[in-house]
């Protein structure tokens, strides 16, 4: 008989089952308590090992009262904000746009600890249906407001067949040591074009987990970019099911991190069936003794012939204290398929800081410039106008904090 003995529990892990116990997810705590959080043994957690990273974990979020300002201010964009995992009201929806709430988490059953966390503990979560072609932006904001707060909170979006929308998520509020796990499940229909974005921008003593997971039907378009930028400890889950043929997924992500902060993007996308494409460019720039992580895992299951799938990963660092953590991953049982990965990594090119330099231009401005060029592919990847502009916002508050 196989009996496993409970792991000794950190001052986090003790914290995260008493909070699990209290709103009855007794399986949940029961399991926390048998398991722990990761370490680096668990090969997804390699490189951020949960459990020597995880300190004090502050108390379950309660209603938030005040309301700080909106980190992005989209032009035109239709906003709904979810304060503290409390879904608010909403003025009038612009046509096509239908907004609820659900009980509950909106994320599949998963064998990871965010998930489990986040299953357990959301009570209430955005329903967001999108029925045809919607013209706005629609900017789902999501605060951790008050007090240092453990603030759960879910949206599922549900995109019609054939419709076009682009959707923003944002993740920020006070200036406080919150620990946040948003969850966001996005089914793509038929013949639909979506373009989703995730962009953390907490406070920097906050930690912030993310999982988006998409689903993907046949002759879709996805665009996804996700951006850690804010949390000191951060971690972006992008699960993704190709479940449609003849259908393109773009998936884009940046970490960039400073001093002491440890950002994470993980993706784990399955082609599951013939005829599907998909294009991942994720990149990571690193100064101080920040961590960047990247881990990336293309599937490709046996009936999926014909799959195309590449996958790059690019770093830049910018002090010698500087880690960049790269692993991508196929795992391919077809055999009629072109799939690929690749990943660089260095430091500013000398020849071109050269260049730029002869011309007269600073040594500081040179250097800028060109890790706005490196960054460019992402912030420019969203066609919308106003939101590429949000996202170029972000890449230059984090150039000038380390002006």
């Not at 076009?164 to 796990?181: L, Q, R, W």
């Not at 971690?235 to 259908?247: I, P, S």
């Amino acid at each position: 008989m196989n009996i496993q003995t409970p792991v000794r529990l950190s001052g986090a892990e003790e914290s995260l089952v008493a909070q699990l116990e209290s709103v009855g997810a007794k399986d949940a705590a029961e399991r926390l308590r048998v398991i722990g959080l990761p370490t680096r043994r668990v090969e997804s957690y390699h490189y951020t090992d949960l459990k020597t990273l995880l300190g004090q974990i502050p108390p379950l979020a309660e209603v938030a009262n005040d309301s700080s300002a909106p980190v992005i201010d989209i032009p035109g964009a239709y906003r709904i904000v979810i304060a503290n995992g409390v879904v608010q009201s909403t003025s009038t929806a612009p046509t096509g746009v239908i907004v609820g709430k659900a009980a509950g988490s909106v994320l599949t059953t998963r064998d990871d600890v965010i998930v489990r966390l986040n299953a357990a503990l959301v009570s209430e979560s955005l329903n967001l249906e999108l029925a045809g072609s919607v013209d706005p932006v629609i900017h789902i904001d999501r605060r951790m407001e008050g007090a240092a707060a453990h603030v759960q909170s879910g949206a599922k979006i549900a995109i019609a067949p054939g419709a076009k929308a682009t959707v923003i998520e944002t993740i920020s509020g006070s200036d406080a040591a919150h620990m946040g796990n948003a969850g966001s499940y996005v089914s793509v229909g038929d013949g639909a074009e979506v373009t989703h974005i995730v962009v953390d921008l907490s406070a920097r003593q906050a930690t912030h987990f993310a999982t988006v997971e998409y689903r993907i039907g046949a002759e879709a378009n996805l665009k996804s970019v996700v951006i850690n930028a804010g949390a000191h400890l951060a971690r972006a889950n992008v699960f993704a099911d190709f479940v449609g043929e003849t259908t393109h997924g773009d998936f884009f992500g940046l970490n960039v991190v400073d001093t002491d902060e440890h950002r994470d993007i993980t993706i784990d996308i399955t082609h599951a069936v013939p005829n599907t494409t998909s294009a991942e460019l994720y990149k990571q720039i690193a100064r101080g003794r920040g961590k960047a992580v990247f881990q990336g895992k293309i599937n490709v299951a046996v009936d999926a012939q014909k799959t195309d799938a590449k996958m790059m990963t690019q770093g830049l660092l910018l002090s010698d204290e500087a880690e960049i953590l790269t692993k991508p991953e196929l795992e391919i049982f077809a055999d009629d398929v072109v799939c690929g990965h690749g990943a660089t990594c260095g430091d500013l090119d000398e020849t071109s800081l050269f260049y730029l330099m002869s011309r007269g231009i600073s040594r500081a401005d040179a250097e800028t410039m060109l890790i706005r060029a490196f960054l460019a592919e992402i912030t420019e990847a969203v066609e919308d106008e106003y939101v590429s502009e949000a996202l170029s916002g972000v890449v230059e508050r984090w150039l000038k904090k380390g002006a």
